[in-house]
C-alpha cells in the first residue's frame, strides 16, 4: 500500500461546523477500513484547512474516499489537494 498526503481547504464561505459532525462519523468508518490513518484540522491558520493520510493503493482510491466525504457531498471543500507521501522515520514507516 502507499501513503497519501491530503490538505482539505474549506471554503471561506462555508458552514464547517454544520458539516463536521457527518464528516467525523464518515472518517471514523474509513478509519476502520484501514484506509484512513491520521486526520485533523490544521491550528491557527488563516482559513479552514485539515490534513489526513491516507494508505490505499492508488490516487483514484483516495479521490473517491474524498468524493464520498460529506464535506465534499455539501460542497464545504475548496480544495482537497493529494500528494502521494513515502515516510522514512516514525510510526508511519
Not at 474524498?66 to 522515520?89: H, K, R
Amino acid at each position: 500500500m502507499t501513503y497519501f498526503a491530503v490538505q482539505y481547504l474549506y471554503r471561506a464561505d462555508a458552514d464547517v461546523a454544520a458539516v463536521r459532525p457527518e464528516h467525523r462519523a464518515y472518517l471514523a468508518t474509513i478509519v476502520d477500513a484501514g484506509q484512513l490513518r491520521a486526520s485533523g484540522p490544521f491550528v491557527g491558520t488563516e482559513r479552514d484547512s485539515a490534513l489526513l493520510i491516507f494508505e490505499a493503493p492508488d490516487a483514484d482510491t483516495v479521490r473517491a474516499l474524498i468524493a464520498a466525504d460529506p464535506m465534499s457531498v455539501n460542497n464545504v471543500l475548496e480544495s482537497a489537494t493529494i500528494t502521494q507521501w513515502n515516510p522514512v522515520l516514525g510510526i508511519f514507516s
